[in-house]
């Protein structure tokens, strides 16, 4: 479909809102990008960016140095800021796509007179605005795990379909990036309903359609043809994203590398720094690890099981005959890059990383899986 | 802005209808009967309460959910009679305590059967050795019963088994009933003083049973030290390492590869396992703490 601009998402916002999905944008919310619903365009974190590092991350004002006042209305949470910044200038935050389709915590069933009855499987249709390419990828990798295989989730397909995608390019890759090594960004290729390149003098979007329904969205609203202008400059935008890449990764022999490394000393001392607080995996937009619970429903009281996340990093995780299978942090960590760099190709038929970088930034001991691997 | 004489959908997809069952839903049976087998160790014969139980094969196992405490992995040991399963449960915790003290008439959840299964056919026409260590006596049961059953189908068969004490033999009366078919050697690591069989590590009894290494078909299950320790035994004497089968236990929390806690290395146990041959995990097991 040819591409065509978009002078304001208000517009989107509004149309989607009318169409009845909830929309869910990038807000700022305790000092970090958080999806939150959006009423408004206004609702963006217009001027904001990011530092990230290895277990850094920082939100400043995106023009020269931090401006005076400026923490203060980091901490109120107005994010709204003069026209003409750019309202997607940074990079992954905490939260990605996984929240929405594969939720913390879920019920699975409730006991109605001693007997299973399954948790409602409606899904609300949210649009989430503001998805970077690499969560995209994540998405294709979750799809893979849920519904891929001989046990398909209808739970989980029902959320996915109610999911409108609007992906938007990374301009400013983050200190902790390495998409371009993986393959699965800058720039947005695939997988999503609407595909979005932020440009700005004068600021304005390319918008690119990857579905009928991204499509139809489009058709609805108020815009113009690309000019070559709009398109090279969308097209400067990947090249310059491509080359500010924070990490990379060499994949070259990776997967057999890692496979190969059972005995490697680095994962002692990687996890004499490792807290195993499991932070990596809670972030990671790719864990899909899952533990059970059960209890009684906080809505009538009636015994109920629910899945949550869980992580390869606790010790009840390999728990079996009383004692855990991974007894030592190393066990532990090995598992962690094992499973994302090899044995998950073998299972999933590629890797389960994503490059986004999260894990590194979110290590409160600043592990950076990208040094390690090369370290193997 | 309000959008007006627009082309698009007016709403958004309502939940699309999503056929199919939850592949975590557990399905109501009604323990049968219960029978109490050691000091620990009870028997279950389950029966849907709606409609047919799935046919399994031998080695798989199904999830067992005692209501409002948990689920928990537990092998198929054979047909219950009027359609259903019999499980065996060992109390060893909250969940196994509960299913254990659930008694005839009462409802608990099931899912499956699930995983791989000991393959009998692959056994056609060749010496056959079943190795069981304690508990993994209850798993290995169908296939002694498909055994005993035609076992014009196979060479030679013979069931070695290695348990605690005496007291903690399991189906001890199946025991006495199948020696009258096959060979059967127990060894026990604290005898009583009525013991008068064999005492030590089950690995001893293959030294004392008859196969013709080239051409047998072991399947093996109990603790993970003594599958080990059994396979390498069986595959020194001659045995293919392809057909000597394992039922390895992980922790598991769904059965259906979506936990990620069976994991072992690419494989995961519920899925790829349990049961799976020793030249697949031979390597994987040598690995601590995988
Ligand atoms: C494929 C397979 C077949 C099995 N077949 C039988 C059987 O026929 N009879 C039988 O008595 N037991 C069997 N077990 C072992 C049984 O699942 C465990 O004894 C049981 O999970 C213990 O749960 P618990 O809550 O009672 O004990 P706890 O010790 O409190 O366990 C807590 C949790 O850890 C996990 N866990 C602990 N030990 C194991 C284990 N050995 N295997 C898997 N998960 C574990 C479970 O999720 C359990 O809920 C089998 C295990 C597997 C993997
Ligand atoms: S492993 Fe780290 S960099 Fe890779 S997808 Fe997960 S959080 Fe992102
Ligand atoms: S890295 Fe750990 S938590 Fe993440 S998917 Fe793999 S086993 Fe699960
Ligand atoms: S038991 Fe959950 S993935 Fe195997």
Request: hydrophobic share 40%; net charge neutral.
């Amino acid at each position: 479909m040819d591409r065509v601009v978009l002078d304001s998402l208000e517009p989107l916002i509004a149309v989607l809102t009318g169409m009845g999905y909830t929309v869910a944008g990038p807000t700022v919310r305790d000092g970090v990008i958080r999806f939150a619903e959006i009423s408004s365009a206004a609702d963006l974190p217009a001027g904001w960016t990011d530092e990230q590092n290895a277990g850094r991350y920082r939100l400043r004002r995106a023009a020269g140095p931090e401006a005076t006042g400026s923490q203060d209305r980091l901490e109120t949470g107005d994010a709204s800021a003069g026209d003409g910044e750019q309202v997607f200038g940074y990079a992954a935050s905490p939260d990605s796509a996984k929240r929405y389709t594969h939720p913390p915590r879920t019920t699975l069933f409730r006991l109605r007179d001693g007997v299973p009855e399954e948790a409602g499987r409606e899904a609300p249709p949210i649009a989430l605005l503001g998805v970077r390419p690499c969560d995209l990828a994540a998405l294709a990798v979750q799809d893979r795990v849920f519904l891929g295989g001989r046990y398909p989730d209808p739970a989980y397909r029902a959320r996915r379909e109610a999911l409108l995608l609007i992906a938007v390019d990374c301009a400013t890759p983050g200190g902790t990036c390495f998409c371009a090594s993986m393959g699965t960004g800058p720039t947005a290729v695939s997988g999503f309903d609407v595909a979005l390149t932020e440009l700005t003098g004068p600021h304005r979007f390319v918008a690119a359609a990857g579905s009928p329904r991204g499509a139809g969205l489009l058709a609805a609203l108020p815009t113009r043809p690309a000019t070559a202008a709009d398109l090279e400059a969308a097209e400067e935008v990947g090249r310059t994203a491509r080359t500010r890449m924070g990490r990379r990764v060499e994949l070259d022999g990776l997967k057999e590398r890692v496979a190969e490394a059972h005995d490697s000393p680095i994962w002692n001392e990687t996890a004499s720094r490792c807290l195993s607080c499991a932070n990596c995996t809670m972030v990671c937009p790719t864990c899909f690890c899952t533990t059970v619970e059960d209890g009684a429903d906080l809505a009538d009281g009636t015994a109920a099981r629910a899945e949550r996340w869980d992580s390869c990093f606790t010790l009840g995780f390999s728990e079996l005959g009383g004692a855990p299978v991974r007894g030592s942090g190393a066990a532990r960590y090995r598992q962690w890059l094992t499973h994302k760099f090899s044995t998950w190709v073998d299972q999933f038929g590629g890797y389960g990383c994503v490059g986004c970088g999260r894990c590194i930034t979110w290590c409160p001991t600043g592990i950076d899986i990208t040094e390690e691997l090369e370290r193997l | 802005m309000t959008p007006t004489g627009t082309s698009a959908p007016r709403t958004a997809p309502p939940g699309v209808e999503q056929p199919g069952a939850h592949p975590m839903l557990p399905a109501p049976y009604r323990v049968r009967s219960r029978r109490p087998d050691r000091a620990d160790t009870v028997t279950l014969a389950l029966e849907p309460v709606r409609g047919e139980c799935p046919p399994f094969l031998p080695g798989q196992f199904t999830m067992l959910y005692a209501p409002a405490v948990g689920e928990i992995p537990i092998s198929i040991s054979g047909h219950a009679r009027g359609g259903g399963y019999v499980q065996t449960v060992r109390a060893v915790g909250a969940v196994s305590r509960a299913l254990c003290r659930t008694g005839a008439g009462q409802i608990i959840g099931v899912r499956g059967p699930y995983g791989t299964a000991f393959d009998l056919r692959a056994a056609a026409g060749l010496d056959v050795v079943v190795a069981a260590g304690g508990l993994g006596l209850a798993p290995l049961r169908p296939v002694i019963r498909e055994l005993a059953a035609h076992g014009s189908r196979y060479g030679r068969i013979s069931l070695i088994v290695g348990t605690r004490t005496p007291a903690t033999l399991l189906y001890p009366r199946e025991l006495a009933r199948w020696s009258r078919d096959f060979d059967v050697l127990i060894t026990v690591d604290h005898p009583d003083r009525a013991w008068k069989g064999p005492v030590g590590l089950i690995t001893g009894l293959v030294d004392r049973i008859v196969f013709d290494p080239r051409r047998t078909c072991a399947f093996v299950c109990g603790p993970e030290v003594m599958m080990r320790a059994t396979a390498a035994e069986l595959v020194r004497r001659g045995v293919p390492a392809g057909r000597v089968a394992l039922s390895l236990e992980r922790n598991m929390k769904c059965g259906v590869g979506r936990c990620g806690h069976c994991q072992l290395g690419p494989l995961f146990t519920c899925l790829d396992g349990p049961v799976l041959t020793y030249d697949r995990v031979a390597a994987l097991l040598e690995v601590r703490e995988l």
